[in-house]
């Protein structure tokens, strides 16, 4: 018996359609990026002042977001097999609701 490769479902989108999509969620990072200023700036006014640990958390998701979404969109089809590009793509839409969220906890 031989096993083969995980192939994607027949109904799963293309590998340039992970692509596109990896590239879509630059622009959701973008504007997360925005919506976590938005956050960060409301505290600043009406808290202490003062950004805490889950500020600087939150703009760390957004570069981890935005690494992992451009290694989605740039990888070569050899180094990246589908389901981990498919993977990335999901941590990368993932982190971008994730950063403002955590930006709220502070």
Request: proline share 5%; hydrophobic share 60%.
């Amino acid at each position: 018996m031989t096993t083969t490769a995980h192939a994607p479902e027949p109904t799963s989108p293309s590998t340039r359609a992970l692509r596109f999509l990896a590239l879509g969620g630059l622009l959701a990072l973008i504007l997360s990026l925005v919506l976590t200023m938005i956050v960060v700036l409301g505290d600043a006014i009406s808290g202490d002042g003062r950004g805490g640990v889950f500020v600087t958390m939150a703009f760390w998701t957004l570069a981890v977001g935005a690494v992992t979404g451009l290694a989605a969109a740039a990888a070569p089809h050899a180094t990246l097999t589908y389901r981990a590009r498919a993977v990335a793509v999901a941590a990368e839409y993932t982190l971008a609701v994730l950063a403002p969220l955590v930006a709220l906890m502070d």
